[in-house]
């Protein structure tokens, strides 16, 4: 079992910046990619911006340019960097790992972390 943390979630203005970070605990070592997606009410999730085990990343097209995914494996923490916040990223983000082990794959989640880019 895994267990994921958000923090740094909260209430800004548009324009400026956040870091949010989710700490995961427990069988660690069977994780691979992590992400991060994002709800909004009535809304489907959506994926935001993933990282694999070895550091590559896909960020979707409306956070190119503005948001930064990162890990760091030795603290078992994954970082989502989001400068220029806009109205539009206002939503509950969540953090996702993925633990592969004999064929099978589990996906944890955390328990989602509020932002809120005021306009």
């Known amino acids: 079992q895994v267990q994921l943390v958000e923090s740094g979630g909260g209430l800004v203005q548009a324009g400026n910046s956040l870091t949010l970070s989710c700490a995961a605990s427990?069988?660690?070592?069977?994780?691979?990619?992590m992400a991060w997606y994002r709800q909004t009410p009535g809304k489907e999730r959506e994926l935001v911006a993933g990282?694999?085990?070895?550091?590559?990343?896909y960020y979707a097209d409306s956070v190119k340019g503005r948001f930064t995914i990162s890990r760091d494996n030795a603290k078992n923490t994954m970082y989502l960097q989001m400068n220029s916040l806009k109205p539009e990223d206002t939503a509950v983000y969540y953090c996702?790992?993925?633990?592969?082990?004999?064929?099978?794959?589990?996906?944890?989640w955390g328990q989602g972390t509020q932002v809120t880019a005021s306009s």
């Open positions: 996702n790992a993925d633990c592969p082990r004999w064929g099978v794959v589990s996906t944890y």
């Open positions: 990282i694999t085990s070895g550091g590559s990343t």
């Open positions: 427990g069988d660690t070592s069977c994780i691979s990619a």
